[in-house]
Nanobody, 118 residues
Framework: QVQLVESGGGAVQPGGSLRLSCIGS????????MSWYRQAPGKEREWVAA????????NYAHSVQGRFTISRDNAKNTLYLQMNRLKPEDTGVYFC???????????RGQGTQVTVSS
């Protein structure tokens, strides 16, 4: 079964940090570019960051540049998102995708909730 499973979300105060993980199974993880997206209530889905299958070619949305770091460990079939200096506007459901940019046939996980509030 092809799937992506995210974890690591939670509730933090502004300025706090979280590290999200995404474990892939059922497909060849190390041949896929990967990305993180997020969706806040009432807002459109937003691309957050992505990297190539080798872990390079990294890009970030302007809104998270300098605060978030995307990385991967292909030996563990795992994608990460280190989120620092979190802001209330970072609140949303974060999910990973097996593509640099989501396509019609992309796989996505169920997501993990991140809430930034004082």
């Amino acid at each position: 079964q092809v799937q992506l499973v995210e974890s690591g979300g939670g509730a933090v105060q502004p300025g706090g940090s979280l590290r999200l993980s995404c474990i892939g199974s059922g497909f060849t993880f190390d041949t896929s570019a990967m990305s993180w997206y997020r969706q806040a209530p009432g807002k459109e889905r937003e691309w957050v960051a992505a990297l190539t299958k080798a872990g390079d070619g990294i890009n970030y949305a302007h809104s998270v540049q300098g605060r978030f770091t995307i990385s991967r460990d292909n030996a563990k079939n795992t994608l990460y998102l280190q989120m620092n200096r979190l802001k209330p506007e970072d609140t949303g459901v974060y999910f990973c995708v097996n593509a640099y940019y989501m396509q019609t046939n992309s796989i996505r996980g169920q997501g993990t909730q991140v809430t930034v509030s004082s």
